[in-house]
Structures are given as C-alpha cells and as structure tokens.
C-alpha cells in the first residue's frame, strides 16, 4: 500500500514538473523584441532601441524627420518599405527590426533687401527648404510710402506683402520707397474677416494667396479656444499670422458692447486680448466691434487696450486728413454685393485717394446673407489686383495714413 502511494506521489512529481517546465517555455515565448534603428536628421517614436511586444499584439512605429530633413527609406526586417511615415506590426509572434535613414532636403536663399525709407521683414538672405515658402512684408517708415516691390527683377507693384510658395529655386525680393508730401495719400484697400469663420482658411485663404492679398482677421477667442464648430483652429490662425496676416479682436463672446457694464466690458476687451498675445498671435493692435455697436463708453474702454477700432455699419472712405482711428468707415459685402457694386468702391477709392475697408463674414456657398460664395470672392480679389490699389492690413495702412496726414 505504501509503494502504491510512492509511485502515484512520483508520477504526480513528474507530470507536474513536466506542466511546469512547459509552462515556462510558454513564458519565454510570450514576448518578442522588436529593434529599432534611426538614422541622423529625424527620430522613430517609440525610440527603442529595442521594444517588447506581448505574442499576438500589435505594435505601432511612426518615423518623423527632423526640420530640414525627408525620410529617406523605412526598413522592416531589411526589406525597403520606402519614405513611410509610420508602420504597423501585427499579430506579433517573432522578433523583428525596423530601421529608418533621413536625407537633408535642397535648400534655397531668398535674398530681401529695401531702400530709403522703409523695411522688409525678414531682410538679408532667408534659407528656404525646398518646397516650403516664405512670407514677406514691406513697411514704409514715417514719411513715405511704398513705391515699388521687386521680385526676381520683375515689378509686383506697391504691395505691403509677397509669398513665396514652393519654393524650388534661388530668387530676390527688393522694396523702393518714395517721399510722401505732407497731407498727401494713395489709394489703399483692407481686406477685414469678421469672427474666424472656418470658411475663411479653408475657402477665402488660397484665393488671397493666389492675389496676394493680406487680410485683418478680427477674432473672436471663444470660438476658437472652446473648437465651436464651423470656426478656426488655434493652428489655423497661428498660420496665418505666420504668412503675414493679421490678427484683430473682435472680443471674448461677441457681445454687444453698449450693453455691458464696465466690468464686463472691460473683461471682453482685456482677455481677448490676452489671449491672442499668449497664444503666439501678437502684438494685436486692432479692434472690430461686435454688432456694429458702439458709443462714447466703449470707445473710452477700447482706447486702453487698442490703437482703433473697425465700425460695422458705418460705410465710407477714409481720408488721412479726417480720419478717427476709432471709428474707421468699411463697406460692407454681403451676398447681394454685385461686381460691378465691388468695383464702384475700389474705383471711387481710387479717384478720392481715400482707404477703403471691406467687411467680410462667410466665404461660401450657405446663402447666408453675410455670406459670399467662393466664386464671387475670387472674382472680387481679382479686382482688386486690377485696380492696382495696394492690398494692405489695417496695421500697414494706419501706419501709412498717419504718415500722409502730418
């Protein structure tokens, strides 16, 4: 009885150290190393150099390069996967490397420089990736004006801006400027965005790139910060500051002004502001009203934090000689707006030598009557370089007009 029980106790021994040594090959196996390798001039994320997956799981890699820089080939397990920017392994149940090499991208110079006068910013030769582009803006100083912008040796007009895109080769930019006589002025004419309507990066953007034309957007923060639905990105608005529009307030919430108590009118100025300024978008120097809506109230109020301010309703032309920064006229385009209307302001603004501000919501197919279709907008803007009436933010031409007036 007793060798019957030494016998079962050894085989229950040895079958349990068999379920155990099997048990441990399972373990060993239960995990695969993937290794990773990178190149200089960009970074495989995770970075390794080397990463354990569970058996069966998948594991995900993305390859980014390094500014300058183009993924030149990603490897997986030494065959070429070609310049990927990410890479999935699944269902992973052996061990495997992935590799990735960078090439630097061809760079080109952009060589700005201005006369007597005035400023292009940047100056002095600019390095340009291939492919990338460049944005310029040209300042006249206290007493002049713009005369003249040179790109590659061919005249671009007296633009306060110029874009290069795509860039794939070496090219100049040179701005001339000339005397301005006292209480003289020229034509000019603003390009204003109210509230940072999505529509306006994705639709009116390309086509003011296409005329180079630089616009004022008047912002209003909590559409952007709280993502409303149908406004801009913070990206989206940083973008455009960087392509060398301007950014304006247009307050936190869009309320109207002349409703409010000093408190929150004063709230409503101070943090949009702020906001733009801590979010990459300054300086802001410019203000549009909300509604149109204003008094002698809220312009005390908007003159603490603001150098002016665009009306909304108040249509007209704006003379140098006459001018109150904080009630600037504007024309406003709706949908009902025909060409031959458009091209009557710019014509009139060209005869008076006046600044005309045009007031713009929408730029799409809504039929919103603030609203304009692309189509219509492109057609406006090709006006606009026809007149030959320099394209200027509301910063550039307040900057000039107090120029012409002393």
């Not at 809504?366 to 370089?385: C, M, N, R, V, W």
């Amino acid at each position: 009885m007793k060798l019957k029980n030494i016998r079962l106790f050894v085989i229950f021994f040895f079958l349990m150290a068999i379920l155990i040594a099997t048990q441990m090959v399972a373990f060993g196996a239960s995990q695969y190393t993937i290794t990773v390798s990178c190149g200089p001039g960009g970074k495989i994320s995770p970075a390794g150099p080397t990463v354990r997956v569970n058996s069966g799981n998948n594991q995900n890699f993305t390859i980014s390069p390094n500014g300058g820089y183009a993924i030149a080939d990603v490897s997986v397990d030494g065959s070429s996967l070609g310049p990927v920017t990410s890479y999935r392994f699944r269902n992973v149940r052996a061990n495997h490397t992935i590799s990735a090499t960078f090439t630097p991208l061809a760079a080109y110079a952009v060589t700005a420089s201005a006369g007597v006068g005035g400023t292009i910013t940047p100056s002095g030769a600019i390095t340009v990736n291939a492919g990338g582009s460049q944005a310029f803006s040209i300042v006249s100083g206290s007493g002049y004006q713009i005369a003249d912008v040179l790109v590659d040796g061919s005249s671009a007009g007296a633009v306060a801006s110029y874009t290069f895109s795509n860039v794939t080769a070496n090219h100049s930019i040179a701005a001339s400027f000339s005397a301005v006589a006292p209480g003289g002025q020229r034509a000019l004419v603003s390009v204003t965005m109210d509230d940072s309507w999505l529509s306006q990066y994705t639709e009116a953007l390309p086509i003011m790139t296409r005329y180079n034309i630089k616009g004022t957007f008047f912002t209003v923060t909590r559409y952007v910060s709280d993502q409303y639905e149908g406004f801009m990105t913070l990206e989206q608005l940083r973008w455009l500051k960087a392509a060398g529009h301007e950014i304006g307030s247009h307050t936190v919430t869009h309320p109207d002004l002349t409703t409010l108590g000093s408190t929150k009118l004063n709230a409503e100025l101070a943090n949009s502001k702020a906001w733009l300024v801590n979010n990459g978008l300054g300086p802001i120097y410019n203000f549009a009203c909300p509604y149109g809506e204003y008094n002698n109230t809220t312009i005390t109020a908007i003159k603490k934090y603001y150098a002016s301010q665009r009306s909304g309703y108040d249509e007209g032309y704006n003379e140098a000689a006459s001018l109150d920064p904080y009630k600037i006229k504007v024309q406003i385009v709706l949908r009902t707006t025909t060409l031959a209307e458009f091209s009557g302001w710019l014509a009139q603004a060209k005869a008076s030598k006046t600044w005309l501000v045009l007031e713009y919501h929408q730029v799409d197919n809504s039929g919103d009557e603030y609203s304009l279709t692309p189509a219509s907008f492109e057609k406006q803007a090709q006006a606009i370089q026809a007149s030959g009436i320099p394209a200027v933010t509301v910063k550039q031409a307040l900057d000039e007009l107090a120029s012409a007036g002393n």
